[in-house]
Structures are given as C-alpha cells and as structure tokens.
C-alpha cells in the first residue's frame, strides 16, 4: 500500500539520524512490499535558516496532508547558536511546541525497555536491574506549564518572570483515557506522577484520573508524588508498567527513564492527536556536540519510525520486525560509542542504520 510520510530532518545529529531511520523504513516497504512517499519539510533551525521562523504555515499544511510524520531532533547549543538570539517565540524549541499545538498531538508516548544485551551500559547496580523493566511515560503533550501565560516584568523594582500551569478537565481526562487504554495492552498498571502535596493542578489531576480509573476496572491505579517518582525509577524501575503524567514532569522523568535503558539514545517517542496521525521523534535532544560525526545513536529514530509504523500506519507485521531487527543488531554486538562496552563491535551512525536494514 502507498503512505506518505513526512520528514523532519531537523538539526545538530538529526539529519544523520533521520537518514539512518529511512534507510529502514525503505527496507521494510521493500521487503512487505509497500510505497513510502516522503515529504520533506522544515521545523526548527533549520526552518529559522531557511524562512526566518522556526515553523510555518506551510509546515502545518504539509504535516496535515501526510499519514504520519517523521522527525530527527530540533535545537542548537544555546551558548553559540545564533538561534538563541532571537526572543524566544522565533527559537527552534518553539516551532516544535508549536507544530505539536497545531496537530492536537496531547499524547506523547515514550517507551523505556532495557534490552538485556545493554545490561552493561545501564548505569544501574544488577541487583537492581534484575529482569530488566519496560515501562512506557505517557506524557500530557499539549498543557500545562509548556502553555501556560508567561511574561517577564518588572514589579516592585525587581525583574520577575512567571509562568502559569494550567490544565482544565477535558485535558486531563483525554489523557487519561490514553493511559488506561494502553496499561489494558500491557500489564494493567497506571501510575499516575504529580505533585499533589503541592499544586491544585496535581489535585485536579488527581481526582480527574480516579474517576477515569473506574472505567478501567482491570487496570490498578496507584498515584505517585513526582520527586518519590524520580526516586523509584533508579531505585526499582521494575515496579513501572505506565507512567501517566503532566507535560513538564513526563519532560523530566523521560529523560530519567531513558537514561536507565542504557543510553538517552534508545529511547522512542510518538506524539499523537485523537486520530491515526503521530509525530514521531527520537526523545532526546539534537547533540550539536556530536553532529556529523557518525557518532550519534539513530536507534531511538528507528524505533520511533516502528512505532510509526505501528501507531499511524497500522502495520504491526512490520513494526515488530523492525524492532526484531533492532534487537538481532544488538545481539550481534553493533554499539555506537554510547552504548559500547568491552568486547562489543563499535559502529557508526550509518554502519548502526545498514546493520539494521540488512538484519529487517
Ligand atoms: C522533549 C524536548 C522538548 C520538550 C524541548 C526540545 C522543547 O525536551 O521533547 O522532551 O521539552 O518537550
Ligand atoms: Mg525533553
């Protein structure tokens, strides 16, 4: 079957990253016998060099035509980046809030599974690795302190500077809703993360998502404060199934979790809207420190591409041998440096991208 697929090549190791990404996709429809149309499109600084914004209209108009979207990581190094001179609405962060505004992307998934063959790069004890774990972070996309009123200003003789966390009990609730669904697939557990010690946001989050719970009898819910969240995911990440949270936490605690699976670089993500449609993107950032050194990880944009494939495209066949193909790679001990250890055979970006096609 024919799909269209937007690209977002992006900046710093994006480019390579979303190179390496089609390169699998490619062999995938080749081998199940589809056509993958690409649409190339800008975001970011890479938008910011080409129009003066970091997101157009044009942009949005595309992204809506295609089935999905595909995207390498935005942003440069704020300390030299020209970018970052620009007052912060024109900077290549606020092109990605904003494409994730316009498309209603609410839902971002980030799954963190630890693939035994990492072992020796996850920064955790073995006592405390065990089997492993495999959690997903579903995170709130489109609220909360990312939207909120901001301003910088003077009062009292004294610059201050706020920002608002809001969320109303529709967007709470659509979220929740996601989390439930997707714990049902699982292994029926939701951990709801907020700071409800604290904040009349984590309240209403709080009570919004006891009420969805119970159209979910099977799945258990368990609410847990963010900072003893932060805690337990390096002290016993293996209590995890879902982790369903606010904007700026799930921000904060996908990084923690990705981190734990071995390296930022593994870790997938997709943003999707109350349709088929998702932008998919690695979670990590755009590593201007490494950029075109074939040193970056691209396997966090391959598994996103699979779950693309899985989410948007509905096509599980092939979602599943991408990430098959994933794991075969490191099986036969393929590692880029951040993910290297003794013994193991140390690959670059596109050397990583043509082990995995050959493998699919
Ligand atoms: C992410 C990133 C973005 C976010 C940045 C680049 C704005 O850190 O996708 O996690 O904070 O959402
Ligand atoms: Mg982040």
Redesign the pocket.
């Known amino acids: 079957m024919g799909y269209t697929i937007g690209l977002i090549r992006g900046d710093g190791i994006g480019p390579e990253i979303v190179t390496e990404a089609k390169k699998v996709l490619d062999a995938a429809a080749e081998k199940y016998g589809h056509e993958f149309r690409y649409v190339e499109m800008l975001l970011g600084g890479a938008s910011i060099d080409a129009t003066g914004v970091p997101l157009t209209d044009e942009t949005i108009t595309e992204a809506k035509k295609c089935d999905a979207v595909l995207m390498g ?3 440069g190094d704020a300390a030299v980046s020209p970018w970052y001179k620009l007052e912060p609405s024109k900077r290549p ?1 606020a092109g ?2 904003g494409i994730r505004k316009a498309l209603g992307l609410f839902a ?1 998934l980030r799954p963190a599974y630890l693939y035994k063959e990492l072992n020796a790069a996850c920064p955790l004890k073995e006592e405390i690795i065990g089997d492993g774990f495999d959690l997903v972070v579903v995170r709130e ?1 489109t609220g909360g302190l ?1 939207f909120g009123a901001r301003r910088t200003e003077v009062l009292n003789g004294k610059e201050t500077a706020t920002d608002t966390l809001v969320y109303n009990e529709d967007e709470i609730r659509r979220i929740a809703h996601q989390a439930f669904q997707i714990a049902r697939k699982r292994r029926n557990k939701v951990t709801s993360v907020d700071k409800a010690n604290v904040l009349d946001s984590s309240r209403l989050w709080r009570k919004v998502t006891a009420e969805v719970a119970k159209e979910y009898p099977e799945v258990t819910l368990e609410n847990m404060l963010v900072d003893n969240c932060a805690m337990q995911l390096v002290r016993d990440p293996a209590q995890f199934d879902v982790i369903l949270t606010e ?1 700026m936490f799930g ?1 904060i605690l ?2 923690e979790a990705s981190m734990i699976t071995g390296s930022i670089g593994m870790l997938s ?1 997709a943003s999707l809207n109350e349709t088929s449609f998702g932008l998919y ?1 690695p ?1 990590h ?1 755009s590593a201007p420190d490494i950029a075109g050194q074939g040193k970056a990880n691209p396997i966090a944009t391959i598994l996103s591409a699979a779950m693309m494939l899985r989410y948007s495209l509905n096509l599980n066949t092939e979602a599943d041998a991408v990430e098959e193909a994933v794991q075969k790679a490191l099986t036969a001990g393929y590692r880029t440096p951040d993910i290297w250890s003794e013994g193991m055979k140390k690959v670059s970006t596109s050397e990583m991208g043509d082990k995995i096609a050959e493998l699919l």
């Open positions: 990581s935005i942003g962060e990605l809030l971002n996309l990312y904007n921000d996908s990084d993500s993107e979670s950032g």
